[in-house]
């Protein structure tokens, strides 16, 4: 009985069973058959990339696609309805649309939605004008007025996170960005990309830079239903489902270009190319192409990793798309299926490098017959090997094969990019074992790689690199680029970008009056023919060329004078200003332009090369308005300084005796010497003072002025630099005779034109001569700017030059270099006792000995009186510096043998280390005299380190 029971009541468990299957199903089959047909979803027209109407008027994005998918997966038709944002909200609410395209799940939203599982995180951002940069925090946005899409999350979002914020709402995105380009607002609300479609994005951008924004949230991104639709959201998530992970990176990497999930692009770069690309010693990405790349991740607010990879490595990987693109493929042309090159970025320039067992090499040509190393990969091999078939080209895959095939003798020459090759070669210490051509023969493309298929991570890479600050590439060039080739930036950076700000500037004051030096000789003058000349109204020129800056001149009669017309505001600009503490309190400056030594004109009968000391207690002229003037009096109290209103005025007191020499810059002086009836003067470069930086002086209330100049001067070349320096410090001397006409003449009147051709050629001897004499007088000023005149030694102005062209390049190599502080212990007593001519003898032959101690990379400088500078570079540790040091202690040690006999010195020897001691050029120096006077304090004659 009891087991009858127990059938009963299993038999009754089934029928319930079977009940409840048949409710179910019939809910269901009635739910599948209430569903909408056609399925409408809501789209707003500007909520790029996600969902937006396209320029054809039809729903486009992220999530069109997305649910395209999804319909197909359901087997259901579905209809976009495009709309304002605050419609697509409402639509959805009134059950006028059914779906939501999608929106960031809020607590409000929640009340009337019920949002589908999340498709992905969202961040949200407050882009801020460019004059507020500044500012790094919400609370700090208090003052300013913030603009936002009435009806988008950001309202509820920011009025959460500091409802003291001032919002001006708009109805949409297009129209919140007219008012922020309008000035009505000072920042703006918006997603973590800005809308390619629309029209002003490129300006908008240049004003509300991306890499100013401020992040504020990160929310989950869904669609959406009407509460109460419980059905048509389940049926939402049963589709969803379907929707495999593969399917979404897809949809994603359609329109951004990357995975949305990594939140960052995959970079590829190939190590040990520096400065083009290369690892630090910390193992970070470093190089001009990676910092560009920074800037490019910086403007477009895409994060961005570099990952070290072989080329050969990286190409199989971006086409696998493990990783998105390569940031340098070094090629023109392309023939790897499936890739594409997405951008030209940079180009570079190739030249040839010749061993000296071959010298005098001036073209490819000559190379006939001889081993020419060429890389497996370079885009000019082939030109090479048809334009040149009797080259013996040595196929090599890198530098490192390059040096080993040095090394082993198995090439005569390679073809290398310029920078990359000299940095090897350093590196390898064969830098004084090869010669380049003249001129580099080969340009390679650089262009960025990345799938062909990519379509979007292309428009991405071309619209970021359209976007990137010229100024702020040409610095990026300047920083990394060594070998003083003008880089590609430069080049082809001819016209100035100015802002709309800028232009704006430029329109209102149309022009720009400008203060000229009526006799200022090269520097500025008027010509016989009453024009502006000189290397300042070049100078300005090129500036006007690349800005279209309209320029007025106006002239005065001496430097004070026009000095003051810019503080009174009769002039906008000046030139060739020294920076300094006091006059940065009413005037701005631009950027430094020319560098000129100062030097002391005087007579000739004096001895030359003269130091400041020699002065001392007599009297210089020097130009009223001139800042050294102050520092003399301040540093040089012995100096007794007579001021004068302009450098004629000085160079007659220097004639008539009045002073012992002018003080001038060197161009202004070279010129004065240069003039037949100052040839009984010379001149000495004052090594002990600062070269004088020159820059445009500008009306302080003018700032935009001040970074037009800037840009300007930042596109000026090489090249054109050096056509002015040619312009006004060559030599151009015409005999005045044709030549033609001579000979012509000569048929007609026969021996007496004959006699006169005679003087004529007696007298154009003379001129050569003369012109073979100016131009060695000027050869030598050249050299006397840079190289002490007794020993032959760089002096401390090309010194400061070597030290800040090393530390770049240490700094990127993690090398060491060392500043060896020599001090001669005894040279005192010797030049007191024999006069000042021994004592030049002895520091001549110090010089000789000094140079037997180190490599043709190092510097040997004097540095002044009895004190030299060595300068040795690429070192390991401190044992290779104290090397040196002991050679040099040695060979000094040993006796001179003088006019006079035999002499005895010793020198003291401070050594500073560079990263660890110091890191710039002044610091460097003053730690390696700080540690050749503890040397001295400590008994002399021997070498010291930082403890």
């Given at each position: 009985m009891f087991i009858k029971e127990g059938k009963g009541l299993k038999h009754c468990y089934v029928k319930f069973l079977i009940i409840i299957l048949s409710l179910f199903w019939s809910v269901f089959a009635q739910a599948e058959q209430e569903l909408p047909k056609p399925i409408k979803i809501a789209i707003s027209k500007t909520s790029f990339p996600y969902h937006f109407q396209n320029e054809q008027g039809n729903a486009d994005g992220i999530m069109v696609d997305y649910w395209k998918l999804w319909a197909k997966k359901q087997n259901v038709e579905i209809e976009f309805v495009t709309m304002d944002w605050l419609q697509s909200l409402s639509s959805v609410r009134k059950h006028e649309t059914d779906i939501h395209a999608g929106m960031i799940k809020t607590e409000d939203r929640a009340e009337f939605f019920t949002f589908a599982p999340t498709f992905f995180k969202q961040k949200s951002h407050?882009?801020?004008?460019?004059?507020?940069?500044?500012?790094?925090?919400?609370?700090?946005?208090?003052?300013?007025?913030?603009?936002?899409?009435?009806?988008?999350?950001?309202?509820?979002?920011?009025?959460?996170?500091?409802?003291?914020?001032?919002?001006?709402?708009?109805?949409?995105?297009?129209?919140?960005?007219?008012?922020?380009?309008?000035?009505?607002?000072?920042?703006?609300?918006?997603?973590?990309?800005?809308?390619?479609?629309?029209?002003?994005?490129?300006?908008?951008?240049?004003?509300?830079?991306?890499?100013?924004?401020?992040?504020?949230?990160?929310?989950?991104?869904?669609?959406?239903?009407?509460k109460g639709s419980e059905l048509l959201s389940s049926f939402i998530e049963q589709g969803v489902a379907k929707i495999s992970s593969d399917e979404k990176s897809a949809i994603e990497k359609k329109w951004l270009g990357f995975n949305k999930s990594a939140d960052k692009l995959t970079l590829a770069y190939t190590p040990n190319l520096l400065p083009y690309m290369g690892i630090s010693p910390q193992g970070e990405a470093q190089g001009l192409f990676v910092d560009i790349w920074r800037l490019w991740s910086k403007q477009t607010g895409l994060a961005v990793e570099f990952i070290p990879e072989k080329m050969s490595d990286a190409i199989e990987l971006i086409k696998d798309g493990v990783i998105d693109a390569h940031i340098a493929y070094p090629n023109n042309q392309l023939s790897i299926d499936n890739l594409t090159l997405a951008k030209q970025i940079y180009g570079v320039p190739s030249n040839v490098y010749i061993s000296y067992d071959f010298?005098?090499?001036?073209?490819?040509?000559?190379?006939?017959?001889?081993?020419?190393?060429?890389?497996?990969?370079?885009?000019?091999?082939?030109?090479?090997?048809?334009?040149?078939?009797?080259?013996?080209?040595?196929?090599?895959?890198?530098?490192?094969?390059?040096?080993?095939?040095?090394?082993?003798?198995?090439?005569?020459?390679?073809?290398?990019?310029?920078?990359?090759?000299?940095?090897?070669?350093?590196?390898?210490?064969?830098?004084?074992?090869?010669?380049?051509l003249p001129v580099?023969?080969?340009?390679?493309?650089?262009?960025?790689?990345?799938?062909?298929?990519?379509?979007?991570?292309?428009?991405?890479?071309?619209?970021?690199?359209?976007?990137?600050?010229?100024?702020?590439?040409?610095?990026?060039?300047?920083?990394?680029?060594?070998?003083?080739?003008?880089?590609?930036?430069?080049?082809?950076?001819?016209?100035?970008?100015?802002?709309?700000?800028?232009?704006?500037?430029?329109?209102?004051?149309?022009?720009?009056?400008?203060?000229?030096?009526?006799?200022?000789?090269?520097?500025?003058?008027?010509?016989?023919?009453?024009?502006?000349?000189?290397?300042?109204?070049?100078?300005?020129?090129?500036?006007?060329?690349?800005?279209?800056?309209?320029?007025?001149?106006?002239?005065?009669?001496n430097w004070s004078e026009m000095l003051q017309g810019l503080l009174d505001k009769e002039i906008d600009l000046l030139g060739s200003a020294t920076e300094s503490s006091e006059r940065k309190k009413s005037i701005s400056f631009t950027d430094s332009y020319w560098d000129m030594p100062w030097v002391v004109i005087h007579q000739r009968q004096q001895k030359s090369a003269l130091k400041l000391k020699d002065f001392y207690g007599k009297e210089l002229a020097i130009v009223k308005g001139y800042h050294l003037a102050n520092i003399i009096q301040q540093e040089y109290p012995s100096i007794i300084l007579k001021i004068v209103a302009n450098h004629e005025e000085g160079i007659k007191?220097?004639?008539?005796?009045?002073?012992?020499?002018?003080?001038?810059?060197?161009?202004?002086?070279?010129?004065?010497?240069?003039?037949?009836?100052?040839?009984?003067?010379?001149?000495?470069?004052?090594?002990?003072?600062?070269?004088?930086?020159?820059?445009?002086?500008?009306?302080?209330?003018?700032?935009?002025?001040?970074?037009?100049?800037?840009?300007?001067?930042?596109?000026?070349?090489?090249?054109?630099?050096?056509?002015?320096?040619?312009?006004?410090?060559?030599?151009?001397?015409?005999?005045?005779?044709?030549?033609?006409?001579?000979?012509?003449?000569?048929?007609?009147?026969?021996?007496?034109?004959?006699?006169?051709?005679?003087?004529?050629?007696?007298?154009?001897?003379?001129?050569?001569?003369?012109?073979?004499?100016?131009?060695?007088l000027e050869e030598k000023m050249k050299h006397m700017a840079t190289h002490d005149e007794l020993t032959g030694l760089a002096n401390r102005v090309l010194l400061k030059d070597r030290i800040n062209t090393a530390i770049n390049f240490h700094q990127r190599q993690s090398l060491q270099m060392a500043l060896l502080f020599i001090d001669l212990d005894g040279f005192k007593s010797i030049n007191d006792t024999y006069g000042h001519d021994v004592g030049d003898e002895l520091l001549i032959q110090v010089a000789n000995?000094?140079?037997?101690?180190?490599?043709?990379?190092?510097?040997?400088?004097?540095?002044?009186?009895?004190?030299?500078?060595?300068?040795?570079?690429?070192?390991?540790?401190?044992?290779?510096?104290?090397?040196?040091?002991?050679?040099?202690?040695?060979?000094?040690?040993?006796?001179?043998?003088?006019?006079?006999?035999?002499?005895?010195?010793?020198?003291?020897?401070?050594?500073?280390?560079?990263?660890?001691?110091a890191k710039t050029d002044t610091d460097l120096l003053k730690e390696a005299d700080r540690l050749m006077y503890k040397v001295k304090a400590a008994g002399k004659n021997h070498y010291v380190f930082n403890s």
């Open positions: 407050i882009y801020i004008h460019r004059n507020y940069t500044h500012i790094e925090s919400l609370e700090k946005l208090m003052p300013l007025t913030i603009g936002v899409v009435d009806g988008s999350s950001h309202v509820e979002q920011i009025k959460i996170l500091n409802p003291q914020l001032t919002l001006r709402k708009y109805k949409d995105r297009f129209t919140l960005f007219e008012g922020a380009l309008n000035g009505e607002v000072a920042a703006f609300s918006n997603l973590d990309r800005l809308f390619r479609n629309y029209s002003h994005r490129k300006e908008l951008l240049l004003q509300f830079p991306t890499y100013s924004r401020l992040f504020f949230k990160q929310d989950e991104y869904a669609s959406a239903v009407a010298p005098n090499i001036s073209e490819l040509s000559q190379l006939n017959g001889k081993r020419l190393g060429v890389f497996a990969t370079a885009p000019y091999k082939e030109q090479i090997s048809t334009d040149f078939p009797n080259i013996k080209v040595v196929l090599l895959k890198n530098y490192s094969e390059v040096i080993k095939a040095i090394e082993q003798n198995e090439i005569d020459a390679f073809v290398g990019a310029v920078e990359t090759t000299s940095e090897q070669l350093i590196q390898a210490n064969l830098q004084s074992a090869f010669y380049s580099s023969p080969f340009k390679t493309k650089i262009f960025a790689l990345t799938q062909k298929k990519n379509t979007r991570l292309v428009e991405i890479i071309k619209e970021g690199f359209e976007i990137l600050p010229p100024e702020e590439l040409l610095k990026l060039e300047k920083r990394w680029l060594l070998s003083g080739h003008d880089g590609y930036y430069k080049v082809n950076n001819k016209k100035v970008q100015l802002s709309k700000e800028e232009t704006g500037f430029l329109s209102k004051i149309k022009t720009v009056k400008v203060g000229i030096n009526k006799s200022w000789r090269p520097v500025e003058f008027i010509s016989e023919n009453g024009d502006i000349q000189g290397i300042n109204a070049d100078v300005l020129n090129l500036i006007s060329q690349k800005t279209g800056v309209n320029f007025s001149f106006h002239t005065y009669d007191a220097v004639q008539q005796g009045i002073v012992e020499g002018l003080i001038e810059n060197i161009a202004s002086a070279s010129e004065l010497i240069r003039r037949e009836s100052l040839i009984t003067l010379y001149m000495s470069v004052v090594d002990e003072f600062k070269i004088d930086k020159n820059s445009f002086a500008v009306r302080k209330d003018w700032p935009e002025l001040t970074n037009i100049i800037n840009k300007a001067l930042m596109t000026i070349s090489e090249d054109e630099r050096q056509k002015i320096y040619e312009k006004w410090f060559g030599i151009n001397l015409e005999t005045g005779f044709d030549k033609d006409v001579v000979l012509r003449l000569s048929v007609q009147i026969g021996v007496i034109i004959l006699t006169i051709i005679v003087v004529i050629i007696v007298w154009n001897r003379r001129l050569y001569v003369e012109i073979q004499t100016r131009k060695s000995k000094l140079a037997q101690c180190v490599r043709k990379s190092d510097t040997i400088v004097r540095f002044g009186g009895d004190e030299f500078v060595l300068l040795l570079t690429g070192l390991h540790n401190q044992e290779e510096a104290a090397f040196i040091a002991e050679k040099v202690l040695k060979l000094v040690q040993q006796p001179f043998q003088l006019t006079v006999g035999e002499a005895n010195v010793g020198c003291s020897i401070g050594i500073a280390m560079y990263p660890d001691d």
